[in-house]
């Protein structure tokens, strides 16, 4: 079966980038990169399009992320284009290049390949085409499977999804007061380890977490509780929900090894 591919990608990686391209199109899959447009295009329809081609069936839609520390910036292209693909129900597969890139919390759940000890693909030729493979055979039965450290924690600690409530407030405005105080309080190594913020209900505290959790650097984790959800509400669900997602912003990281 041919898939859709659209892969997503800092331009310092477009070489990477096109090599994969060319692995996923020896399988006869298709493959979109935006290098494709042409000076002149509006860019950002252009990929809003593309994504919309990818999802039109979303037994063979696939959303690739080559995770780096440019392309993860909260304000970057790469970041608008994975939020897009999840709007559209796209399978997201994360594919990590630098060893201590922060993977965003929308997708802090998914195991991704590891390529960050295989790289430069030149000098690791057999374990980066092994680790591609594997790459290629879990695009092809839609799933993010792979062995090591970083499986044996999503098993076991059994992280909750949180893409809900992280996207159900798209556009989020105001309350600069707010940000700035939050801001201030983390700049204080002195002030209280807690910021408690309460208000009535309907007013815009769920909005606010998801608007920092995708701004901020400094939120490593989110749990949102939820009225009418017993998991989302459970203490041990919610130490078990944190202690994964710490766990992936670890230097030496948990993803698949070469």
């Not at 796209?90 to 997708?107: N, Q, S």
């Not at 007061?177 to 208000?199: G, Y």
Request: charged content about 20%; proline content about 4%; hydrophobic content about 45%.
């Amino acid at each position: 079966m041919a898939l859709r591919i659209f892969i997503s990608y800092d331009h310092q990686q477009l070489a990477l980038a096109e090599r994969l391209k060319a692995d996923f199109e020896q399988r006869s899959h298709e493959v979109f990169l935006d290098p494709a447009l042409h000076h002149g295009d509006d860019w950002a329809r252009k990929l809003e399009e593309a994504l919309e081609w990818a999802a039109q069936d979303l037994l063979t839609g696939r959303f690739v992320l080559l995770l780096t520390d440019q392309a993860v910036r909260p304000d970057g292209f790469c970041m608008k284009e994975m939020a897009y693909a999840q709007s559209l129900k796209l399978p997201v597969f994360p594919v990590r290049l630098e060893a201590h890139v922060k993977i965003p919390i929308e997708i802090i759940r998914h195991q991704y390949c590891d390529l960050s000890t295989c790289l430069p693909a030149e000098a690791h030729g057999e374990v980066f085409q092994r680790q591609v493979a594997k790459l290629i055979e879990n695009l092809e039965n839609n799933e993010n499977e792979y062995e090591g450290l970083q499986s044996g924690l999503l098993n076991r600690l059994q992280p909750l999804d949180f893409n809900y409530e992280l996207h159900a407030t798209p556009h989020f405005y105001g309350r600069t007061w707010l940000s700035d105080k939050i801001q201030a309080w983390l700049a204080d190594s002195q002030a209280a380890q807690i910021f408690w913020l309460t208000a009535e209900p309907g007013v815009g505290k769920t909005a606010l977490a998801a608007w920092l959790a995708g701004q901020l650097d400094a939120a490593v984790s989110v749990h949102f509780c939820k009225d009418g959800i017993a998991e989302k509400n459970d203490p041990a669900r919610l130490v078990t929900s944190l202690a994964y997602a710490l766990s992936q912003r670890l230097a030496s990281g948990y993803g698949e090894s070469c």
